[in-house]
């Protein structure tokens, strides 16, 4: 193109005065739209999926998705006391040291079969009469949601396939190997975590959540979806849910009911989360058009009406998470609780006022509307989730103990002086404990730190975690470009950096504190990020980098080495 450009140019400057003028004017004026787009490419990168739709007026706001605690309470402080039922119930805990679960289901021979998030675990619970015991029997799955058990096969959801587990209560502590039964789902991992179900026609159903908070999703996105057992027979059952993480037929009619979560960012009190009908095949539930029946979305509703879609069933309240879903078959409740679903919610993140933390329960009834009523609820007190506290060391002393191979490495004090080597102090007690854990279950290598963690335990990584938490961060010489630097902070701004880091970049629960980090070490990870060969705990990061260029990459080390850190 420059040659020829030059070609043009010479020709103009041989005889066509009048048009060598408009040509250089032309010029000029595609050169200022190319440099403001560029500059508007570099305000305008895509922010973290929690934050799209975010008014420009709420882009301070301290709401955000609450971490993943790395462990599970101790039985003694979980506060069961607290949960309150109906008269005639009571709360007791069944089984604990079950880290991150998320999904149950029962297998034929009485094992509770239980999946995991972030913590990329399966589990099993066998009863033992007077007590439980838990065992581990896949590991370092990606974000393995959904399971469900049939014929003697556990079926378990990862983001982007659905494996099985045959014969395996028959080798709980020898699992059978994974064999794939569909492997070409997306791999998006906002929303990309699956619920699993089979449903009374005997097909696999799963939900393919949309990979935004608000934006026009793929044909692919955005739907309920089912196979059959080995995989054949892929077909899309219900169209426009953003995402389900729970659903479940009615026993009587076999017809689908459905939890939807909204979208964020549209008010304290709207969108309302969603209870979903779906009597047949192809309905189309409104997003990203129009939310909980009857609010039109202000940029893709535009054109569109919410009665175009199927409405809600019940509008169970703003933000609530609804995140399963479990038709009531059992004899052991009073009998006008048959056939009543319950609904358990996570909770909300996108609110003020927390809501949600709860169990509900719904009563279905002939011409006329549901009743919606709570069941369980006390894990949400005042503004605090009791489930969720923030984790504390057994014994600080032993996390000091323990840390002594650390200082080789790590400095005595928790910061590093050898290049390539991160420092630990002052590092949130939720990021360096789920680290420890990566490196454990494999998800993350290093040749030092790989063999180190593989022999921790639990309790070991909540020392060491709150251990260095206490410490406090230094900087440490180093050669930072001043030019690098300045393009650096632009470059974090850009791309929302301190919408997780913290304006500081001194990090917070989950995510880790940046400011002063060795130089080598942030080019090695930005680099591995950008490959995609970096451990992820959600995905956040490898989606933040992917449009950073090398030069990116660089201005963002060096800025982020030379910043001081804060105590």
Known sequence: RIVRAAKRVRSILEGRLTMRRITLTSLALALGVVLALASLTLAQQAPPT???????????????????????????EIPIEKIKVPPGFKVSLWAHGINNARAMTWGDKGTLFVSSRVAGNVYAVVDKGAAREVKTIAKGLNLPNGVAFKDGTLYIAEVSRITKMEGIEDRLDNPPDMKVVYDVLPRDLPHGWKYLAFGPDGKLYFNIGAPCNICMPPDTHANISRVNPDGTGFEYYAHGVRNSVGFDWHPVTKELYFTTHGRDWLGEDVPSDRFDHAPRKGLHFGYPYCHQGDIPDPEYGKGRACSEFAPPLIKTGPHVAG?????????????????????????SWNRTQKIGFRVMMVTLRTADVPKYEAFAEGWLQGDQITGIAPLQAADLEAGRRKAAPCAACHGPDGNATLPGMPSLAGQPVFFTHWQLIKFRDGRRKDPGMSPFAANLSDADMADLAAYYATLPPRGRPQAVDATKAAAGQRLAAANYCT????????????????????????????????????????????????????????????YIAGLAPTP
């Open 323 to 347: 995140n399963g879903v479990h038709f009531y078959t059992g004899s052991m409740f009073p009998a006008e609780y048959k056939n009543r679903a319950f609904l358990a919610q996570r909770g």
């Open 50 to 76: 929690w934050k799209q739709g975010q008014p420009r007026e709420l882009a301070d706001s301290p709401l955000a998705p609450i971490a993943q605690p790395p462990a599970p309470k101790a039985p003694g």
């Open 499 to 558: 919408s997780c880091h913290r304006p500081d970049l001194s990090g917070q629960q989950q995510v880790p504190r940046l400011a002063g980090q060795d130089l080598e070490y942030l080019l090695r990870l930005l680099r591995a990020y950008k490959a995609q060969t970096a451990a992820d705990l959600d995905g956040t990061m490898t989606m933040a980098v992917q449009p950073l260029s090398e030069a990116d990459i660089e201005n963002l080390a060096h």
